[in-house]
């Protein structure tokens, strides 16, 4: 039985072991040293019996995938392609969906807080769910994240009606 391993500059416990020639690392995506045995067990688990892992995919495919399916066929293509750039910028080309988690999202939505509305925050955190659910759909390797976590809260639309006066003037 391998033993989690923890890396300098990681809070994740990892693991490196091999079954029959092959080998297996990575990140538990665990923080406490008793979550990442339990991984490291189901990981060890399915490769004794032959289970195969779901494939990667990484940001730059999935939004591309997404955008070949869906995207380029929604009235609104201008805004969700300066969303993708946006998502894509945030976390990095190359990076996996499987390594891209709630923390790191966290992180993303305070980023884009800083420089723009709730609501635009939101419609970004949408967007890269349906990017998500569609990966996830296609068989890719995706984490399951929780979204209305990350949602911010958004003012109530005031709905005002004009005085006479103003109507008069209106029109």
């Known amino acids: 039985m391998s033993k989690p391993i923890r890396k300098k500059g990681s809070p994740f416990w990892h693991y490196d072991f091999q079954i029959n020639g092959c080998r297996f690392y990575g990140s ?11 991984v ?9 019996l032959g289970e195969t892992s779901k494939p ?9 995938y997404w955008w070949q399916a869906k995207g380029a ?9 300066g969303q993708i750039r946006k998502l894509i910028t945030g976390f990095g080309k190359a990076r996996l969906l499987s390594d891209i988690g709630l923390r790191d999202f966290d992180r993303y939505v305070a980023k884009r807080r800083a420089g723009c509305s709730n609501a635009t925050v939101n419609r970004d955190v949408q967007l890269a769910r349906r990017i998500w659910r569609h990966a996830d759909e296609r068989g890719f390797d995706v984490p399951s994240i929780a979204w209305g976590k990350l949602l911010l809260p958004e003012s109530q639309e005031r709905v005002r009606e004009l005085s006479d006066d103003e109507e008069t003037r209106l029109f």
């Open 28 to 38: 538990t995506r665990a923080t406490s040293k008793r979550d990442a045995e339990r």
């Open 40 to 48: 490291i067990d189901d990981i060890r688990r399915r490769a004794i």
């Open 56 to 64: 990667t995919i990484t940001l730059d495919d999935a939004c591309g």
């Open 73 to 81: 066929h929604l009235s609104n293509q201008a805004t969700h392609d």
